[in-house]
């Protein structure tokens, strides 16, 4: 069974990771109530992360955190998805 973390929990993970660890954010599905479903990549040294949000009621939703050390196939596919259509 995965910890679940609250929405402020996580918002304080994304700012940590992003201007502590000099990592980048990916948002690939928005979310309802919390975030959705978010990749954070590029930090040296540091866990590739995957937030995904989890549907409890109709008014609430929490989060649910997985580490890796290398990026999942699934994730890396999506994210030069996003890429391509930028350029």
């Known amino acids: 069974m995965r910890k679940e973390y609250t929405k402020q929990a996580c918002e304080n993970y994304i700012d940590k990771h992003v201007n502590e660890f000099k990592g980048e954010m990916t948002t690939l599905e928005?979310?309802?109530?919390?975030?959705?479903?978010?990749v954070?990549?590029?930090?040296?040294d540091k866990y590739i992360v995957i937030i995904?949000?989890?549907f409890l009621t109709s008014w609430t939703s929490t989060h649910v955190i997985s580490r890796y050390r290398k990026m999942p196939k699934k994730y890396q596919l999506l994210i030069d998805n996003i890429d391509n259509n930028i350029k």
């Open 30 to 38: 928005e979310g309802c109530l919390g975030l959705g479903l978010i």
């Open 40 to 44: 954070l990549h590029g930090a040296i």
């Open 52 to 54: 995904k949000e989890k």
